[in-house]
């Protein structure tokens, strides 16, 4: 999500982008809907030789500490200055027996939210999308795309359910802990239950009394919001 605000057919990608990034981190797995657009993968991760000495030394001891005081299971990193790598590198161990490397992923979660709203909101100062835009205007083909806007997005208050929860997904993610999910898998799963509340309450018109996933009471809004 860089280096793309400089042009037109950037900022329209952009925006795609925002919408489906957004539309990912509050769905889920394995149904009929797909995304309009396709993003390439970013080229994999390579963990720098082993530093000596200087400041990629220093880092890598920065977070050797921080695993041994925070009890962290394993570290991927990387940090570079103006475009230049200064330390690329894993510690520890993913899983049992498994050795962290630079090349892994993990889930970002809820913090995607964070620098997500961000190039959104540079979307929406520059004039190219506006927060009460509804996302049919991008991904026409997502449920209730035409009900949903940017701004339900970024505050979770789309009423689309967690997949997280679900006992399919739990069920796949425990049988292959390393599946790489796509977006339409995810959402798919999402797609696949009701939605948790009325286009009025999404707005916020009425307030609604139980939680998407469980049932159980929320003090507000709750079946609008993710389940925390």
Partial sequence: MTGVRTAHRGRARTALLCATALLGTVLPAGGAWAATGTVS????????????GGEAKQILDIAKAAQKELDLNAVVLRVTRDGREVVTGALGESMTGVPATADMHFRAGSVAIVYMGI???????????????????????????DEITLRMLG?????????????????????DPF????????????????TCCTSRERAGATPTRTSCSSGRPWRRSPACRWPR
């Fill in 119 to 145: 190039a959104m909101l540079q979307l929406v100062e520059d004039g190219k999308a506006g927060l009460d835009d509804p996302i049919s205007r991008w991904l026409p083909d997502a449920p209730h795309a």
């Fill in 179 to 194: 599946r790489q999910w796509t977006p339409a898998e995810l959402m798919g799963i999402s797609a696949a239950h009701p």
């Fill in 41 to 52: 993968a970013p080229a994999s991760c390579v963990a720098s030789p082993e530093p000596s």
């Fill in 155 to 175: 505050a979770s208050t789309s009423g689309l359910r967690d997949y997280v929860p679900d006992p399919k997904f739990l069920a796949a993610l425990y049988a």
